[in-house]
């Protein structure tokens, strides 16, 4: 039978090695990690700033025109410049603030930042490729299948009514052709935005568009 | 098990010594300390209510204002108007994000927005009356008013909101700036 001891360059070493496997063994914490949530910052952000008009999962419309964040279409269309630039420079005029410091809002760019990281948790779907190419047409014919499909819930002009104005500056500025074709074609499933897929031509759309961008002011 | 052979070499009958017993224990009541270390950091949170500027607040001169006789949450744009044109002591809080009362807001008006007032409302003088409002014109306003009163103030919620106080002509800062529907929240 052997006496170990710490006596002596092996034992000293032996003795060592079970330090570091009682550190190993006992420390269960190191054995168990626990991984920070990434977006613990942002969900604070958006209980703070956002819930309280666009509700507490994104559902929308708590507050009228706050329009529905966490909807799958969407998000699926959205570029990260589109919902940065809404979050920061907001739609001045209208319920949404601009929320970027250098608009006198709380929100440093790396908070934006974090908001759009949320936003991004929510979407289930694919991003869209979205058709970005060249607006055909004109605005002719484009007027009555406004006044007919779209004024009753976005008003006559863009303003706005029970959904969300188009003809805000803002908006229109960042909004892209494909963004607008693609709203428009395939709506918003589980809000009042139908989709217009069946019912209009590709032509019908861009003249549609051609009429939301005259709203846009100097146009 | 005991795979490496150095470690093998410990057997069930190997005695280990009271030095070396005491090697163990110390690392043993060490490990929870180094297994702490190792637990991640949290991530930063936003919410710095420590960071938070509340306004300060000039009281005006003048006989206090009387919003006692009025039920409820609510006061009238009337009344308001009434007590301002007498020359009543009261605070208008504009309820609003800072980006918008930045923008432009009632005449006289502090900025309290909502995501600040369970800080910030303890902070104010609790003697006066204080009318919050925003565009809503009762959701954002009204998350302050409450916020006042229960930190012992008194407050009411301007009833018809920023953009009716706005549109009928009553003092804005600054004067000219606000056209149209740009009323903000």
């Known amino acids: 039978m052997h006496t170990l001891t710490a006596n002596g360059p092996r034992a000293r070493w032996m003795s060592a090695g079970l330090c570091v496997m009682s550190v190993w063994i006992l420390g269960g914490c190191a054995s168990e990690p626990v991984t920070p949530d990434p977006l613990e910052a942002a969900r604070t952000d958006y209980a703070r700033y956002c819930g309280l008009c666009h509700g507490d999962d994104g559902a929308g419309y708590i507050a009228p025109r706050a329009n529905a964040l966490s909807n799958d279409l969407f998000l699926a269309a959205a570029s990260d410049d589109f919902l940065r630039v809404g979050i920061r420079d907001g739609r001045p005029g209208t319920k949404m603030s601009a929320w970027g410091v250098a608009k006198g809002g709380p929100l440093r760019a790396d908070q934006v930042d974090g908001l759009v990281a949320l936003m991004r948790s929510w979407q289930k779907r694919t991003t869209l490729t979205l058709d970005e190419s060249k607006l055909t047409g004109n605005a002719a014919g484009g007027e009555t299948i406004y006044a007919e499909n779209c004024a009753s819930c976005h008003g006559p002009a863009g303003e706005g009514g029970s959904a969300l104005s188009l003809n805000h500056p803002v908006f229109l500025a960042s909004v892209s052709d494909g963004f607008l074709r693609a709203s428009i074609l395939q709506g918003r499933p589980g809000t009042p935005m139908p989709a217009y897929a069946e019912t209009l031509s590709a032509s019908e759309v861009d003249s549609l568009i051609h009429v939301i961008r005259s709203f846009s002011p100097g146009k | 098990m005991l795979t490496h052979p150095s470690l093998r070499r410990l057997s069930f009958h190997t005695r280990i010594s009271r030095r070396m017993w005491r090697h163990i224990a110390m690392a043993a009541m060490l490990s929870p300390l180094l297994a702490c270390s190792s637990e991640p950091t949290a991530p ?126 009553h003092p804005i800062y600054p004067a000219a700036s606000v056209t149209g529907t740009d009323a903000g929240s």
């Open chain 2, 44 to 169: 930063p949170t936003n919410a710095d209510d420590a960071g938070t500027t509340c306004p300060g607040v000039s009281l005006p001169g003048g006989e206090d204002a009387d919003f006692s006789s009025v039920s409820g949450l609510f006061v009238p744009m009337s009344k308001v108007r009434a007590e301002l044109d007498k020359g009543a002591r009261f605070v208008f809080v504009d309820a609003r994000p800072s980006g918008d009362f930045a923008m432009h807001h009632i005449l006289g008006a502090i900025s309290l927005p909502f995501f600040d007032a369970s800080v910030c409302a303890a902070s104010l003088p609790l003697d006066v009356w204080y009318i919050t409002y925003c565009g809503c014109p009762h959701a954002e306003s009204s998350i302050v008013a409450k916020a006042i009163i229960a930190a012992g103030g008194k407050a009411k919620v301007l009833d018809e909101g920023y953009i009716a106080w706005k549109e009928a002509g």
